[in-house]
């Protein structure tokens, strides 16, 4: 199991540590560094600035959001970074929910499925450039049906660096962990636990069933996880340091009927404590929310608690299927104990 580095969304502006925590991470021997977005900060732009302070980690985004470029726009930021990085750049992508899709991009999220499969296609046309780039599907078409009827196939005037630059797939529901075994490079996924190994494994075989024979071999199909991870000896506030977090996911997010990540949790077994802390969350109490998370909860996702506690939950996690553990965690110390622990 590799090791990397998480950097935190931002709230009201760029995090200070972010910097030092990445060359941290690097200096350690991390394998990859990771930013994010949802309505506030990009990930792109972040991962090319900090990126320029690393020479070897994998600069990866966890996730860049489907609906805020089109696919030929996501695939020249592709090339753009993979060039500047000197090959290390990894594009995660991900469909989101409909909250931000309808409320933040102004986009329709009809059949998420069919959408990031032809989005995939279009992105890998553009890197590979072995020719201009048509595509006629039924959520993206290039060109542009109508209009002027001036459109015609492009193809990039960047050459590639590598013919493919690896591309990931969050995915938390079981048709979509299926589908990034069948199409992608490699699977985020989100809440993450060691517990429901053998539910991952299932869907993913359903995917990789379905493979095509000119994509990566299966062996080489990576999982990076995120996990919050606390080192305290005190490990009831090891837990409540990670509370606010899973009940924001677990209650806050998306809608009733439409959180994907309460769905990842009571999947757990959490069906009751999932609803709970929800109705709670949406009904503004949140202090309620967060204190409704029970301990076998945090434990289940997150690294909690003193320092032997961490080294055997590392090695839990290192006998799951992931190969990449992704550290959410913004203090340097904490970073070279984790180093120092991994199995």
Not at 88 to 108: I, K
């Amino acid at each position: 199991m590799k090791l990397g580095f998480q950097t935190n969304y931002w709230s009201s502006g760029p995090p200070q540590t972010a910097e030092a925590l990445i060359a941290q991470a690097e200096r350690l021997g991390f394998d990859s560094v990771w930013t994010a977005e949802a309505y506030g900060s990009d990930a792109l732009t972040p991962l090319a600035w900090w990126g320029t302070r690393t020479s070897r980690v994998k600069l990866g985004t966890n996730i860049v959001q489907m609906s805020a470029r089109t696919p030929t726009a996501t695939a020249m930021a592709a090339l753009t970074l993979d060039h500047l990085s000197g090959g290390r750049f990894v594009l995660g992508l991900g469909a989101s929910g409909p909250q931000v899709v309808e409320g933040w991009y102004g986009q329709p999220y009809p059949k998420p499925l069919a959408r990031t499969r032809e989005y995939f296609d279009i992105v890998r046309q553009v890197i590979a450039r072995r020719a201009p780039v048509a595509f006629d599907g039924e959520h993206y078409r290039l060109p542009y049906p109508g209009g002027t009827g001036l459109g015609k196939p492009l193809k990039s005037t960047v050459h590639p660096l590598r013919p493919e630059v690896p591309l990931y797939l969050a995915a938390e529901g079981p048709k979509n962990i299926a589908l990034a075994a069948e199409i992608a490079d490699g699977w985020l996924p989100f809440l993450f636990s060691p517990r429901a190994d053998a539910f991952h494994r299932e869907h993913l075989e359903v995917g990789f069933a379905r493979r095509s024979p000119e994509r990566s071999a299966r062996a080489d199909f990576e999982i990076a996880a995120g996990a919050p991870l606390v080192l305290d000896d005190d490990l009831q506030r090891a837990r409540d340091a990670v509370r606010p977090w899973i009940a924001l996911y677990v209650g806050g997010m998306g809608a009733k009927g439409a959180n994907f990540h309460n769905d990842v949790v009571a999947r757990l077994g959490y069906e009751a404590e999932c609803a709970k802390i929800q109705d709670l969350y949406l009904s503004g109490h949140k202090k309620d929310a967060i204190a409704a998370v029970p301990d076998a909860m945090v434990e289940d996702v997150s690294l909690v608690g003193p320092k032997e506690k961490l080294r055997d939950e590392l090695a839990r996690w290192d006998e799951s299927l992931i190969t990449t553990l992704l550290i959410r965690n913004d203090d340097p110390e904490t970073l070279a104990t984790v180093a120092e622990l991994k199995p």
